[in-house]
């Protein structure tokens, strides 16, 4: 089970993208009209956990190579072998926003629109039974960040 996941070939529609390439593009379409402000929905402090795609497939692949020995622990009568996918930790959307900020280059101002729903308050997957294994992300989130940015920024940039 992946946590929200970003990556190459991400969704940056306006309309239905998801938090992370909706502030990406937010970001870079106000730093090409050479605009000041940013406003973002809620308060900023729902708390969001994001895996890079990569590590998802290197997870995926991780799991599929176990040796039957230790596959056999994952299954039992009464759980299902259910294992989260995803970095165990994560930040507001303030500090999201902060993040996308900087790796776009946009210095202006950060507004909260109160007016408008935050969300649910927290997703963050227990990732202990993957850490066990012995699994863990390698992408930061900001390098992370700062791939997708490079990948797409000439969609938004003249």
């Known amino acids: 089970m992946p946590t929200n996941l970003y990556g190459p070939g991400d969704n940056f529609d306006p309309v239905n993208s998801h938090v992370l390439p909706a502030l990406i593009r937010k970001t870079a379409e106000a730093k090409a009209a050479g605009k000041h ?3 973002v929905w809620g308060t900023g402090t729902p708390r969001r956990e994001l895996l890079y795609s990569e590590d ?3 997870a995926c692949a991780f799991l599929l190579n176990l040796d039957e020995p230790t596959y056999a622990t994952l299954i039992s009568e009464t759980d299902p072998p259910l294992i989260n996918i995803g970095t165990g930790e994560d930040v507001t959307i303030r500090e999201l926003t902060e993040i996308v900020f900087r790796v776009v280059g946009f210095d202006g101002t ?17 990732v202990t039974r993957l850490h066990t294994l012995g699994w863990h992300h390698t992408t930061s989130l900001e390098q992370g960040i700062r791939q997708i940015w490079e990948l797409a920024k000439s969609k938004f940039t003249a």
């Open 37 to 39: 402000e940013i406003v």
């Open 110 to 126: 950060l507004t909260f629109d109160h007016t408008k729903p935050d969300g649910t308050p927290r997703k963050l997957m227990d």
């Open 56 to 58: 998802l497939a290197e």
